[in-house]
Nanobody, 115 residues
Framework: QVQLVESGGGLVQPGGSLRLSCAVS????????VGWYRQAPGKQRELVAT???????NYADSVKGRFTISRDNAKNTVYLQMNSLKPEDTAVYYC?????????WGQGTQVTVSS
């Protein structure tokens, strides 16, 4: 059974940084792509960033230049480095893994950007 376990969320002031981690059970190579989505209160879940097995990346326009997605295949972990955080980045961040036949989701980690 696939498990995605997120960590690294928390409360940060505007302009601050956080790094999220997602530990994938088993081999990360089972997935065509892994990444991060987020959902703010009263809003739909939206894509933040993804990275493919070939290391191609894709970012939401709202986070380009501020967020960086990366992966450590040896540790079966995907990261999201978030810099210059804004209050509008406040949301629950979900790890996502896309396998050939289905997608998997983590439980989510809360990120709150507030002074």
């Amino acid at each position: 059974q696939v498990q995605l376990v997120e960590s690294g969320g928390g409360l940060v002031q505007p302009g601050g940084s956080l790094r999220l981690s997602c530990a994938v059970s088993g081999s990360i190579f089972r997935f065509n792509a892994v990444g991060w989505y987020r959902q703010a209160p009263g809003k739909q879940r939206e894509l933040v960033a993804t990275i493919t097995i070939g290391l191609s990346t894709n970012y939401a326009d709202s986070v380009k230049g501020r967020f960086t997605i990366s992966r450590d295949n040896a540790k079966n972990t995907v990261y999201l480095q978030m810099n210059s955080l804004k209050p509008e980045d406040t949301a629950v961040y979900y790890c996502h893994a896309l396998a050939p036949l289905r997608a998997y989701w983590g439980q989510g980690t809360q990120v709150t950007v507030s002074s």
